[in-house]
């Protein structure tokens, strides 16, 4: 299998906030879901929660819908305050939509954020198990998914043992929020495309 090419330069284009709210269209859950989204992806927590708990409840259960905006209502609430609840949510919307890779991707996040790496990795391989293309969930793995056993009989490669776990699960961190910022972005430019589409002429 070939693997999925992906960039993560900080050359990505930014999404500005008057291009994006110029193509909102008139449902308002739908707006609000993307206005929660675009909040999340410029780290506006706040008013990412304030968006996409609207979407939330102006959205039946019944509607796939529901489950998306709930994951990213509990991703947002475990950014916020490390919420158990947040992960709480985010498990509820696998529970609900079991086959969609994107949702996996925001519990392996969640977990990730909570120190969690074992569960982390668990909804990594169930995201890439629905779709072995997803670049997003691709990366997320490929830092996170690899682990070195060392021995660490010597109290002094404890001590360095410890400092360079340090070292790599900050720059693992900072990979993430790079990735998932691109996962968002990608998302974001894909629903302003297909309202500029709709638009007559």
């Known amino acids: 299998m070939s693997k999925p090419s992906f960039d993560l330069s900080d050359n990505a284009q930014e999404i500005t906030l008057v291009g994006f709210q110029e193509t909102l269209n008139d449902n308002a859950n739908i707006e ?3 206005n929660g989204l675009y909040c999340l992806y410029i780290n506006n927590l706040t008013d990412a929660k304030k968006f996409l708990l609207r979407a939330l409840n102006g959205t039946e259960k019944i509607d796939p819908s529901y489950f998306e905006y709930l994951s990213y209502l509990g991703l947002v609430e475990v950014l916020l305050h490390k919420s158990k609840g947040g992960l709480h949510r985010c ?20 977990e990730h954020i909570l120190g969690n790496r074992r ?8 995201s890439l198990a629905n779709d072995s293309k997803f670049t997003h969930a691709y ?14 009989s010597n109290p002094a490669k404890n001590i360095f043992g410890r400092f360079f776990r340090r070292k790599k699960n900050q720059c693992t961190a900072e990979n993430f929020d790079k990735i998932f910022k691109q996962h968002l972005s990608k998302k ?14």
């Open 139 to 152: 990366h997320f793995h490929r830092y996170i998914g690899r682990r070195n056993n060392l021995k660490r």
């Open 119 to 126: 569960r982390s990795v668990d909804a990594i391989k169930k």
């Open 91 to 110: 498990y509820n919307a696998v529970k609900g939509f079991s086959t969609e890779p994107e949702l996996y991707l925001n519990v392996a996040y969640a």
């Open 188 to 201: 974001l430019d894909l629903y302003i495309e297909a309202v500029i589409n709709k638009k007559p002429g």
């Open 32 to 34: 609000n879901f993307y």
